[in-house]
């Protein structure tokens, strides 16, 4: 299992293995450690945040938004090309090709368990789905909770 995370002391992004031994995350960048709290690890499966106080997550696609941007700049590039050649054929199989290619892409991605107060990322834990998926209701409530606190 690993964890990808902000260091809290000086915000370097970090991402760290642990299992449930684990008993601190330190960050290689300023040295800070984290102290997991006890009883967050059980087994394969994360019951809370390891890096803050939260003690909610929600399972969601682990999608590399930054290909999927990509697959889709080059689906609109690729058939404007084509479009531009005169090729009907060309400009819609490779817009279709990209979007299939995103679709695949999404289907086969493994999920993963975020933080709603902090935002780090859990993968490779067992039972993800235990948590349930992102919930409104809750992120609001971290939300203003953030908020209250800069205030
Ligand atoms: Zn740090
Ligand atoms: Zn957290």
């Not at 690993?2 to 031994?21: E, G, K, M």
């Not at 040295?31 to 909610?56: F, K, M």
């Amino acid at each position: 299992m690993n964890v990808t995370y902000a260091c809290p002391q000086c915000d370097a992004p970090l991402r760290q293995s642990f299992d449930a031994a684990t008993r601190e995350l330190s960050c290689p960048a300023c040295g800070q450690s984290v102290e997991t709290p006890a009883g967050a690890v059980e087994g394969d499966q994360v019951r809370r945040c390891l890096v803050c106080p939260s003690t909610d997550l929600y399972v969601r696609k682990d999608f590399p938004q930054r290909l999927g941007v990509l697959l889709v700049v080059v689906g609109i590039v690729g058939s404007s090309v084509a479009w531009y050649y005169g090729s009907l054929l060309w400009t819609f199989g490779i817009l279709f090709a990209t979007a299939l290619a995103d679709v695949l892409l999404y289907m086969f991605v493994g999920d993963a368990l975020m933080c709603y107060r902090c935002g780090a990322i859990y993968r490779g834990v067992a039972e993800m789905d235990s948590h349930g998926g992102f919930d409104l209701e809750t992120h609001e409530r971290y939300r203003q909770m953030a908020a209250r606190i800069k205030a």
